[in-house]
Structures are given as C-alpha cells and as structure tokens.
C-alpha cells in the first residue's frame, strides 16, 4: 500500500467526508480552528488582492475566515481532488458575502491554474498527505502560479520538538482521534492514518527549503509549541 498514491488519498477523503468535519470539531478542542485562523491571518491583507486558491481546501473549512478578512467580490477558487469533500464544500459556495467561490476538481500536483495567475494561495492542513517528491512538485506549483509578489500561506499539524509534548500529541493524534472517530462515527481506521502521515511529515522545515529552492521568499511559523507549523511568504521574482 502507498499512502502517498494520489487515488488512495482521494478515497480516503472520499470516505471521510461525512464525518471529517465533526471529529475535527470534537476532536482537536477547536485548535485546528485558531490555526486556520492565525494561517489565513499570515496574509497581508491590507494589499490590493482580489483572487486567491484555497489548496486542498476540504469541505471549505477556511471560507468564513477568508470571507472577514476580504473585500467584497473577491474570487476564490477551492482545489480539491476528492469529489465527495467538494460535494460537501458545495454547500457552501454561496454563503459568504464577499466571497464568490468556484471549486476545481484537481489534483493540485497536476492542476491547470494558470502561470502568474493569482495574488495569493492559501492551504489549511493539506500539507501532510505528501511525500517529500510530492512536495517539490508543489512547491513548483505554488511558484508558477502566483504573480510577483502574490503570497502565500500553510499550516499543518507537526511532530513538536518538546519530549512531553510528543508523547501527549502523538498519544493524542494515534489513540485519541480514532477513538473519537471511532465512537462518534464508526470509523477508527481511516483517522489512524492521521498520526502516521503527521509522524511522516513531522513539520514544514522540508517543505520551506523546497519553497526557497524555487526562489520564493520564505519564513516558518510556530503555532502552540510547534504542535502546528506553517510556511509564509511571497513570490519577489518571476
Ligand atoms: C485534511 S483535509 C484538509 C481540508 C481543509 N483544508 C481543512 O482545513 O480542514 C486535506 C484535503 O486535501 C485534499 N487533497 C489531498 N491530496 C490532494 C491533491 N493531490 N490535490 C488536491 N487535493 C488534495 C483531500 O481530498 C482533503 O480534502
């Protein structure tokens, strides 16, 4: 088994998809609520922006805090590879006032946004269901399609560097979230694959190195200890 094959991951969320939402909710003690939230935050923006990408964007989970932060008629476009997390977020494409939202059913890996296209990307726990190739195709992709200067901004669930705090988080994302996926929606195996792709990916440094080698101005962020972290940034050449 590859976890890292694009279509097993599809049918993994594709599985999830009815009740990724609620044990996320449940689950993380709306932390992974405030690290959307600091993610999206990461994004100047005061800049004159209009459209954006949200990567690997799920049910939409990021929408309502783009939709603060935004002006109005500002066009955002979800890319998910999953059909059944799209037909979730598509509920939604018309609930936020500033937003007009489209969905491209893609694999971000192979997507066919335009060169130099959009004025920033965003992505909200997507990070980790790649291997490190995968990575620098996207880190690839992130430089072709934003403009000079567009920016960036991702976060994803980490190995923190605290001893204590690894064994709590990784007790909590092994044991903890199956139970509750388990309990709550009769669903226990999928969510363990949430511990092993984290454990794999352990934090963004890779992933900002493979940013910097494309020539993208790069910083890391830290949120709770490290328990999440995250790459920001922008695009300072063609
Ligand atoms: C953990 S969910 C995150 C969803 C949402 N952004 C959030 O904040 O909760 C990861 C999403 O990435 C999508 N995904 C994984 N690999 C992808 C790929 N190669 N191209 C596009 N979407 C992908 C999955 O279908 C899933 O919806």
């Known amino acids: 088994m590859d976890i890292y094959d694009e279509k097993f991951v599809e049918n993994l969320f594709n599985r999830m998809s009815n009740t990724y939402g609620t044990t996320n909710y449940i689950s993380s003690f709306g932390f992974t609520e405030r690290w959307r939230k600091q993610c999206v935050r990461e994004i100047d923006w005061s800049s004159d922006i209009e459209k954006g990408y949200d990567l690997m964007s799920g049910m939409g ?24 997390m799209n037909g979730q977020a598509k509920g939604k494409l018309t609930s936020y006032k500033n937003l007009k939202i489209h969905i491209r059913e893609e694999n971000v890996l192979k997507n066919s946004i335009d060169d130099n296209s959009t004025d920033y990307v965003i992505s ?15 880190a690839k992709q992130i430089h072709r399609i934003l403009k000079v200067n567009g920016q960036f901004s991702f976060v994803e669930i980490s190995k923190p560097k605290n001893k204590f705090l690894i064994l709590s988080y990784m007790f909590y994302l092994k044991l903890i979230i199956p139970i509750v996926g388990k309990l709550f929606m009769g ?22 190195s493979y940013l910097e080698e494309e020539g993208l101005q790069v910083e890391m962020c830290q949120y709770f200890f490290g328990c999440a972290t995250g790459v920001k940034g922008k695009k300072i050449s063609a």
């Open 187 to 208: 669903n226990s195996s999928d969510y363990k694959m949430l511990g092993i792709y984290c454990e794999a990916f352990k934090d963004c440094h890779r992933f900002k």
């Open 61 to 84: 989970e990021s929408w309502n805090l783009i939709n603060k932060e935004c002006k109005k008629n500002h066009q955002l476009v979800g890319v998910d590879i999953s059909p059944k």
């Open 124 to 138: 909200t726990f997507g990070l980790k269901t790649f291997s490190d190739a995968q990575l620098k195709v996207l």
